[in-house]
């Protein structure tokens, strides 16, 4: 291993979404709610929903195999595999395994971090500092989930909000003065309970009662949530452009975790950042969890909303409760 450490940069992005989408006039058929309720609270209008078929891995793929494409790199040259999801195929192997193998990337590591939300941030932290201490040359990253599988669908306040997708991303080694220049990465597990699936784990494995308890069902504490993020996401950005020796008056794109458009609104009004700086997408696919921020990211790069030398800063926040920040020159 070399003592190097060189810059570490994405050198492609890409994006894939199930073709079916649920608006909220459809929701309003299957719950009591309406297309105004939801925007009123979310800003979300729709959301896309895999088919019984498709698994968290075949989204993964769908977004992976092009970023490779666009990078120029062979599966066969990668040599890590990360995939942050809290929807895996299931508890074990790692989506990340299968991911490698469908890919035909033999020669990588593989594995899958449960960060929540925060997901995709913690996974381009892990795999920059490989690359960066000379451990492995390239890396995929893969946020990517398909939460439709965990949600009551008669639970008015919280079957509106999650959608499917995957959003990858390719590293690689920088030029000096671009790429990744910092992160931040911070818990709360005082607030695991607000966001969390209880059962189906250790503490409470699969039985006829937590099933008959909708225990495997996704559940959230929407306003702690709100509260959460408002209050971390300023102190966050902050600490993160500061190890970057940068301001946010430098920053050229804000790409937050498209929890909801109220949080990013708000996030933006506490922080005195113009609103034009922040990308929201949630209107198009609501809260796809670890895959929100890579999937905003790719479509900033194929809209053109990102030139050489652009900063970015990446925004995250999510069950555990967990929050990331990096900070990229692009």
Sequence with gaps: MSATIRPVGIASVAYAVPPRVLTNFDLARMVDTSDEWIRTRTGIVERHIAAPEVATSDLALDAGRPALERAGLAAQELDLVIVATVTPDMQFPATACIVQDRLGAS???????????????????????????????????????????VVDWSDRAYCVIPGDGAGAAVLRPAPPGRGLLSFVLGADGSGADLLKMAAGGSRLPATAETIKQGLHYAYMDGQEIFRFAVSVVGDLATECLDRAGLTLADVDLIIPHQANARIIEACAKRMSAPQEKWVCNVDRYGNTSAASIPIALAECVEAGRLAEGDLVLLIAFGAGLTYAAAAIRW
């Design 107 to 149: 020669r990588a590591g593989a594995l899958d971090i449960e960060a929540g939300c925060s997901g995709f941030v913690y996974a381009v932290s892990l795999a920059s500092q490989a690359i960066a201490t000379g451990m492995c040359a390239n890396a995929l990253v893969i946020g990517a989930e398909t939460l439709s599988r």
